[in-house]
């Protein structure tokens, strides 16, 4: 039976580097017909963020990467939050003590950073294990009694593992294949902490175990830790998961993991949805509250760091799933493209239906005071959104359609203007007077026949009239504009137009 988790920390919004780590559990939990855990990691309380918790939650939903058991849930496994299990983890720490695996160490953390200093004097690295444990101040060295009087006084003091005897560690990852390591630059990591809260590398297996976790896939930053959980599942005698390490993703130069700073320093998002600081009250931009289609979003990030094993880039939920193999995961680091994201996003625009787009674009409209029925809505997004790749764009980009443009582009009033361009006005003016019904067809006959008599070049003609509609020398058929907004208003606009080119 496949059991997969992804278990965040609630330390702050979940970056996009974290909602692909998501995204790959829910792809292989589905494919597998598995099981998908949301189990929250909040053992080390100095990093709480108050609010994270909620905005995983709410990141996860946008994006539609759904669980099968996990906190607001509930399932066989539970409590999915790992400060509702402190009990469990006590129980487990002191198997390993029993075991001889794990040990009490004393030192406080005034005296650990002053051995740490006086190694670095010498020109050395301090590290807690095999060759100075004896030398240090834990229930290894020191006489039973000794550690007993420490402990019935309560002395404050971690709980640390006891890293084997000098030994090759052999794991496996499957993206990364084997990796070897001698378990003498392991060292005796705290798995418990003097304020009787256990730490990550602990309170992470204790669960993974528990909660039958058949796949571990997550971060490339914990690749490191791999061996010494290996060591861990080892000492308490307990299968061990399949390990999956995800690569990072990069700047869009390639240099380095995409931080929160690359985000608003190159203007894009790094984080799904926007995120308030609650201490700093500063605000992150999110791809939701840029405009993003949650569909174009998934799509995007599932494709940093893995391809279908075919060409394909547009695919829905359902093609990834059925498509995702953890063998065509990359080994290397993605890098993230701003405008190959913001290209999904103009493809699922396209694709989208178009009363759902109207309805978005309406609401975006009434936001400015610019209120429009769904018909009106419909025809404008319809002629508009290849020209953009967001709808909020729509409404810079169409507003002529509803609102008289504010002035002339003089640079394109420079480019297209004629001695004559303002005579040509005057006489449309009159020709339009006539045109009945007001249509397109009829419009483009009128102002076709205008050009033939005259004999008039239609460049400088036509974008002399567009400018005047328009505003300026761009825009969809001029006479589906002039339809749209009527006779009275075409009038008007080509009546303040002539001032402009006289
Ligand atoms: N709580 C860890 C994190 O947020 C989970 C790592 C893991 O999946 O083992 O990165």
Redesign the pocket.
């Known amino acids: 039976m496949v059991r997969v988790r992804f278990?965040?920390?609630p330390t702050g919004p979940l970056h996009i580097g974290g909602v692909r780590t998501a995204l790959y559990n829910y792809f292989f939990a589905r494919k597998n017909k598995g099981k998908f855990i949301l189990r929250i990691?909040d053992t080390d309380q100095s990093r709480y963020v108050s609010g994270a918790e909620e905005y995983i939650l709410e990141s996860l939903a946008w994006c539609g990467i759904q669980f099968d058991e996990g906190i607001n849930i509930g399932g066989e496994y539970g409590p999915y939050r790992q400060s509702d299990r402190t009990g469990i983890y006590r129980e487990y720490i002191n198997i390993l003590i029993q075991k001889g695996a794990a040990y009490y160490a004393f030192e406080t953390p005034d005296e650990l950073n002053q051995i740490r200093k006086e190694y670095e004097s010498r020109g050395e690295t301090f590290q807690y294990g095999i060759n100075n444990r004896m030398n240090l101040k834990n229930s290894l060295s020191l006489p039973a009694s000794e550690v007993k009087k420490l402990l019935d006084t309560s002395h404050p003091h971690v709980i640390r593992f006891k890293v084997p005897e000098a030994k090759e560690v052999t794991v496996n990852d499957l993206i990364r294949d084997e990796i070897k390591v001698n378990s003498i630059i392991i060292d005796d990591k705290v798995l418990f902490k003097s304020d009787g809260m256990p730490t990550?590398h602990l309170a992470?297996i204790v669960d993974d175990h528990l909660m039958k976790i058949s796949h571990?896939i997550?971060?490339e930053e914990?690749l490191p830790s791999l061996p010494l959980h290996v060591l861990i599942y080892q000492a308490f005698d307990w299968e061990v998961p399949e390990f999956a390490h995800l690569p990072l993703i990069l700047r869009p130069d390639g240099k380095g993991k995409l931080s929160k700073r690359d985000g608003d320093r190159l203007g894009f998002s790094v984080y799904p949805i926007s995120w308030q600081d609650p201490k700093t009250k500063e605000i992150y931009r999110g791809f939701r509250e840029d405009g993003y289609y949650s569909e174009a979003f998934v799509n995007m990030l599932a494709l940093l760091g893995w391809n279908p094993g075919d060409d394909r880039e547009i695919m829905s939920m359902e093609e990834m799933i059925e498509a995702f193999d953890l063998k065509d995961v990359h080994k290397s680091g993605a890098r993230f493209d701003p405008i190959k994201a913001r290209w999904f996003n103009h493809v699922y625009l396209q694709k989208r239906d178009i009363k759902l787009v109207a309805q978005e674009f309406k609401d975006e409209l009434s936001k400015v005071n610019i209120n429009v029925t769904l018909e009106e809505a419909v025809f404008v997004a319809e002629l508009m959104r290849e020209r953009v790749d967001f709808v909020k764009d729509l409404v810079t980009e169409a507003i002529f359609f509803f609102k008289t443009p504010e002035t002339l582009d003089p640079k394109a009033i420079k480019k297209w203007g004629t001695d004559n361009s303002a005579q040509w006005l005057k006489d449309i003016l009159l020709i339009i007077n006539d045109i009945e019904p007001f249509d397109s067809e009829k419009i483009d006959e009128a102002l076709n026949n205008y050009l033939k008599e005259k004999n008039v070049k239609a460049g400088n003609f036509f974008n002399t009239l567009r400018i005047c509609i328009v505003g300026t020398s761009k825009g969809p058929h001029l006479s589906t504009i002039m339809q749209f907004i009527g006779k009275q208003e075409t009038i008007n606009r080509i009546e303040r137009g002539i001032s402009y080119f006289e």
């Open positions: 278990a965040p920390s990691e990550y992470n571990v997550r971060g914990w």
